[in-house]
Structures are given as C-alpha cells and as structure tokens.
C-alpha cells in the first residue's frame, strides 16, 4: 500500500501520483494537460482510497472452465464523492473513475481575496450553492479539493456535510497540501483523514501554497 502516515496527514506515495503531480506543477504544462493531470491524478487517489481503506470479500465464481473463489471489494456502492466547485471538477471526473456508481454532492465555497486573511491565517468564507446527496452511517464519503491552502475554505465545507450526516469514512481529498491547512481542518473536523499527494512548504502572505501549483482552478479552466 503506498500511503504512509505523517502524523498530520496520510500521504499518497505512489510513483504515479508523485510524477502526475510533477508534470501539473510545472508552469509551462498548458490547460489540456493540466486538466487531464488532475483526472489522472484523482484516478489514482481514489485507487489508492480503495487498497488502502476498503475492505474485500470472498465470492463464489463460475468461470469458463471450474468454479472457484474470487475475491470484491465491499462498499463500493456505498461511497459519497463531494465536489468543491469549481477546481475540484477534473479531479473528481478521475475519482468517478474509481468510483463509477459513487452518489456525488457539490459545494460551491471560496474566500474573500479582498477581504485577505486575518492575523489567524483565515480567509472569510462565501458558499453560494449546496447540493448533497443523503449520507448514511455506512457511507465512506470523500471530499475533493486539489488544493488545501489555509483550510479556511475546506472546514467551511466540512461544516455543511457533517451537519446530518456521521459517515463510517471521512476523506479529506486534496493534491497539494500546506501544514497551516492540514493543521486548521484536522482540529476543526478531528474524525476526518487527510489524503494529500503532497505537504508544501508554507504559505505566502496571500494565503498561497508555496511551491504549489498555482490557482488550480484558472489553470484547469484557462480563466486567467
């Protein structure tokens, strides 16, 4: 299984992921590629979901020459993929690849750049749109944002999932991570894991992940 525990955050080390996520750093790699690097990317996570966090069973099967016994994975049908509008989309387009019968919910959340951030590392948060599926206890639900910088915007979301619902697994999803983020989401939301690709240095004083990969979202949708 190629994800280690880092204390604050688990931390995806497949080979695949590190060089997916090397290409979409890079500031010469043009809208297409990088969009596809994210789908790739979440592709692997969600595989990486699945080896490291779900469990198998044993089934009888019949193939064309005997019968014998094959091996499932369990709860697959039982997996909730929520969507940070808007930069979280070819990412969850990779998840879905994984997950293909997964129930999906979107959250349409940013901060305040006029506002900046306060002296806490926060950003005030706007949420303009909700839409969730129902959450059972049995759900293992993934939140996906590629980018968790201060967090600020990432435990806003958390707020509105968990108002109804206490899944079995809770993910927090993202492709690049700072520690001033993981720390605020993982004291805000205690029962949640945090998957990353990657934890950054730090944060400028934009609230900006330093090396990061710049604002996914313009990246993907070539808004800037």
């Given at each position: 299984m190629t994800i280690e525990d880092r204390d604050e955050a688990y931390l995806v080390t497949h080979a695949l992921a590190k060089d997916t996520l090397s290409k979409i750093r890079d500031v010469t790699t043009e809208q297409v590629a990088f969009r596809k690097g994210l789908v790739k990317l979440g592709r692997i996570c969600g595989y990486e979901?699945?080896?490291?966090?779900?469990?198998?069973?044993?089934?009888?099967?019949?193939?064309?020459?005997?019968?014998?016994?094959?091996?499932?994975?369990?709860?697959?049908?039982?997996?909730?993929?929520?969507?940070?509008?808007?930069?979280?989309?070819?990412?969850?387009?990779?998840?879905?690849?994984?997950?293909?019968?997964?129930?999906?919910?979107?959250?349409?959340?940013?901060?305040?750049?006029?506002?900046?951030?306060?002296?806490?590392?926060?950003?005030?948060?706007?949420?303009?749109?909700?839409?969730?599926?129902?959450i059972k206890d049995t759900d293992t639900v993934i939140v996906a944002d590629p980018m968790l910088a201060t967090g600020s915007t990432m435990s806003a979301v958390l707020g509105y999932v968990l108002e109804d619902a206490d899944p079995e697994n809770l993910f927090v999803l993202s492709a690049v991570s700072a520690p001033d983020g993981l720390l605020r989401v993982g004291e805000a939301v205690p029962e949640a894991d945090l998957l990353t690709v990657a934890i950054d240095d730090h944060l400028d004083e934009n609230g900006f992940i330093v090396p990061g990969l710049g604002d996914a979202g313009d990246r993907a949708f070539r808004t800037k």
């Open positions: 979901i699945i080896d490291g966090a779900m469990d198998t069973e044993y089934v009888a099967i019949e193939t064309p020459l005997a019968e014998t016994t094959g091996e499932r994975v369990k709860g697959l049908d039982d997996v909730v993929i929520i969507n940070v509008l808007r930069a979280a989309t070819p990412f969850v387009e990779g998840l879905l690849k994984a997950f293909p019968r997964a129930k999906q919910g979107v959250i349409s959340a940013g901060r305040d750049e006029e506002a900046g951030m306060n002296e806490d590392g926060e950003f005030p948060i706007t949420v303009d749109y909700v839409k969730l599926p129902e």
